[in-house]
Structures are given as C-alpha cells and as structure tokens.
C-alpha cells in the first residue's frame, strides 16, 4: 500500500495587518492508501488549516504537500482542479446549495467534470442510495435534517468518485446517535470502496469509533502520531494525554495524592483487577471514574483511581497493574 | 375630467411601464455583470483584484451620488446622440438606464455577498474554476435575493421615470407636471398620483411573491 499523502516539514504563517501567526509550524506525516486518518487537536490548534493544505485550499509557506507523490504547490491552476476531483471534501456545515434539489446538489461535481446528463444523474442516484436518500431526490436541503443534510453532502463528495475523502468536523454540528450513524456509514465506505478518509475533530470519541491512526495536532506542532489503540493506551505527549484522559472532575483528597489511569483491552476485561490487587496486596484504592470505550471495534476499559500517599505502597500497586498487562499512566491533575 | 385627459392618462399608463420596464431591463443588462465584477474583485474574493475594483467602485460612487434630475440635463447630449433625440418616452429610457445601472450594480453586489462563503470553499475544493463558480454556484445562490432586488430596482425606475416628464420624457409623470401642477388641475394630479403608488405596489408584491417562490429556505 502506498501513501496517499506525503506532508513534509509543512509551515503556515498567516500575515494579517503586519501581524503574523504561525498555524502550523513544521508538520510531517503520511496517510495510507485505505486508512481512516485521524487528526484531532483543540479548536484553534490548526487542524482545520492542515487539512485545507491537502486540497490547496490553503497555500503552505513552507515545506511540501504531496498527493500520491505529485507536489500541491507545483500544479498550475488547471492542473490542481483536475488533481481536486480526486479529492472530495465534506464541512461542518454541509455547504449544500439551498436553490437546489437534493440530486442536483449530488450531480454537482459531475457537472464540473463534464459527465453527460443522463450519466451523472444516474450516478448521482447510485450515491443517494449508498447513504440512504433514495427518496429524497427531489427535496430542498432545508426540508432535511442535519444528519440528512451530512448525507446529500457524501453523496455528492462520493460522485466525482476520489480517491480521499476529507472530512473536516463533519460529525460536530450533529447530535451523538447521528453522529454514530454517519461514522458508520463513513466507515462503510471505507471498507466498501477502499476510500482513504480523512477525519478532522476535536472529539476523541470519533477518532477511538473508526480511525485506524491518528495524528494529535497541538499549538499548530504535531504532537503524536500512531496507531489510534497505542495512543488511546499510551498516550505519551501531553495533548494527547488531556485528549485520551476523560475529564476528571475529582482531586485527590490529600496533597500527597496521586491519581493513575489504567487502561486494559477486552481480553482483559473478565478479570476482577481490583479485587485481585486488595486480596493479594491488601493495598487498597481509590476509583475515581471508571468507563468502557470502544477503539477501532474493541472494548477498552480504564480507571482512573487515587493512590494512597505512601510512596512504597503506590509503587507494590502500579507494579501489580503493570505485571498483569495493563497500561498504566500517571494523571497530570493539576 | 375630459376624455382627452382620460385618454392621455391611458397612453401615460402604457408610456411609464415601457419607459420603466425597458430602462431596468437595459439597467440589469449593463449592472449585472459590474454587480458580479464588484463583488467578485473585491478583498478575499474569488478574483481579487484591487485596481478593477476601485476602479468601477469609483464610477459607480459617483453615478450614484448625482442627484437623478441633474443627470437627467447632463446626459441630453449623449441621449441624442443615442436615439437622436432627447425629449419623448424612447429618449428618456437612456438617462433612466444609466441612472439606474450604479444601482444596480451595488444591489447585485451586496445580494451575492450573503452567499455563505462554506459554498465557495465546497465548490472550490470540487475542482470548479472561479468562473463556474461565479455562474453556477454563487448566482443560482443568490436568485431569491436578486429578484428582491430586481423588485426594488424596478419600483426606483418607475419612480424617476415620472422625473423625466421634467424635461420632455413622456409617461403619468408628464402629465402629472404638465396638467396637475402648471394648470392646477389637481384631480388629474391626484389620479396619476394614485395610479404611480398602485403601480409601484403592484411591482414590490409581484417581485416579492416571486422572490418567495423561488426562495427554497
């Protein structure tokens, strides 16, 4: 499998009013032909710009960008339209036009491309029904829902047939049930078409539901990249650690107090971890939140719990996590 | 009211409607497109280009600041050279248009700004060329708000339309002027007055309710 993008040392400097701002500072990565990418960062971290310089709809300052080895900056204006009918791209906002009728919205990347009539409508119906719409060919995006609306706005990105699918929040002004219901078809795709997608949010849960890998953008820096599983696991820069870490609405309840998370996969998960470290050390913790998550289809378990504040004791603890397999990590609280 | 006046007033009916619908008929055809290019030049649009821009904002400005009556006098010349005279329903279409196209052209302009910008980022990252943009994804957009428009602009023509009467144009304005308001004869004023406001209501109801039919949101 080759690699879809190649981004090397990639820079952007805004220059507004004499002002500059860096929004992103020396990004490398690839992405895989057929993966589902993930990029996931805190508002204002830069991904949205990142994922603007994979169809040029931003300009880089610095570094490359190359789409299946041809670099974005060198193509002439022709030449970059030509390469974005193969790379389709879906918004937060849908960007559906509203004077037109639903199929038509679908046959708009075919009309730019020049597909005869009767062909593109007929793929263009052939889309509406890979999301499901079928019915809805001849409504005006207002009478949609939002999750309906996300729909059309596939279709239409699936018929100019690409070969990438960027998705830029695409889940973020929908509610979690639609929200699953569009990663699934997302992830359908995926499989059915061998569709190299990639995922912009700021949500964990999107990245731990269908992304293969994931890159953590932090401050406009890549922070970490790899395998969603090892990051969900292990987590090893600090945005990814305030990613993967829910919430934690709770202190320690001394100053000494020292909270770990431990994270155990589905294999695991019959075994009672807790009861066998009381019984067999008779140390005894505190669970401060406990829940399952699901990545990349396999349950991962994890709990954060407080530690006694004997330094001995927190250590016989960790280490009887550690030598039963699982995952442990130190929370950063403070 | 003698049937002469009656008379008159009839062809003065057919007269404003020619001279209103012909001048913001020819009014589009000259603002549509300076509408376009304003919008379309101006800062972090799809065809940005500073000197066009300032340079039609300019012309436009001006055209637009000129009281209509005084550029009613200052185009007799180019009117006859137009149509070869300057007095009559025909003659005043050209003053009415020309006085009319920097209206239009800012009324086009701020109709396509409201066009989300999201849709030109889709289009864009669909491959289509600013051009296709322009005419298939930001006028189609903007239909319902340019037919609002149209509606208004048309409403504006008919009403400088019985200005023209001032200097020999033809139209319910001219006679308004000649027998309402030189020979006092005010129920001839106060009819072609009331048929200039039934008109001008009739144009907005007919252009919004079109504007709504075509509004999809």
Partial sequence: MGNVYELENVYKT??????????????????????????????????????????????????????????????????????????????????????????????????????????????????????????????????????????????????????????DEATSALDPKITGEILDLLKQINTERKLTIIIITHEMSVVEK????????????????????????????????????????????????????????????????????????????????????????????????????????????????????????????? | MSDYIINSILTGILETLEMTFASAFLSYIFGLPLGVLLYATSKGRLLENRVVNAGIGIVVNILRSLPFLILLVLLIPFTRFVTGSSIGTVASIVPLTVGTIPIVARMVESSLCEVQPGIIEAATSMGASPLYIIIHFIIPEAAPSLLQGGAINVATVLGYSAMAGVIGGGGLGAIALQYGYYRYQSDVLWTTVALLVVMVMLIQELGALLAKKKRKI
């Fill in chain 1, 14 to 167: 805004y220059r507004n009013d004499g002002k500059e701002f860096e929004a992103l500072k020396d990004v490398s990565l690839e992405v895989r032909e057929g993966e589902i990418f993930g990029i996931i960062g805190m508002s204002g971290a830069g991904k949205s710009t990142l994922v603007r310089t994979l169809n040029r709809l931003e300009d880089v300052t610095g570094g490359t960008v190359r789409f299946y080895g041809n670099d974005l900056a060198s193509l002439k204006p022709r030449e970059l339209r030509e390469v974005r009918h193969s790379i389709s791209m879906i918004f937060q906002g849908f960007n559906l036009l509203n004077q037109r009728t639903v199929i038509e919205n679908v046959e708009q990347p075919l009309r730019i491309a020049g597909t005869a009539r009767r062909e593109r409508r007929n793929i263009a119906r052939e889309m509406l029904k890979v999301v499901g719409l079928e019915e809805k060919e001849n409504e005006y995006p207002a009478r949609l829902s939002g999750g309906q609306k996300q729909r059309v706005a596939i279709a239409r990105a699936l018929a100019a047939d690409p070969k990438v699918l960027l998705c």
């Fill in chain 1, 210 to 334: 269908i992304c293969d890998r994931v890159a953590i953008i932090d401050d406009g820096t890549l922070a970490e990249i790899g395998d969603v599983r090892d990051v969900f696991s292990k987590p090893k820069s600090k945005a990814a650690k305030k990613l993967v870490f829910p919430s934690n609405p709770f202190d320690p309840s001394g100053p000494d107090g020292t909270l770990i998370r431990i994270v155990f996969d589905g294999t695991r998960a019959s075994e009672p971890f807790i009861a066998n470290l009381v019984e067999q050390t008779g140390k005894k913790v505190n669970i401060l939140s406990a829940n399952t998550r699901s990545v990349g289809g396999i349950g991962y378990g994890q709990m954060v719990l407080e530690l006694p504040g004997d330094k001995e004791e927190q250590k016989i603890i960790k280490d009887f996590f550690v030598n039963g397999g699982l995952s442990v990590s130190e929370v950063d609280y403070k």
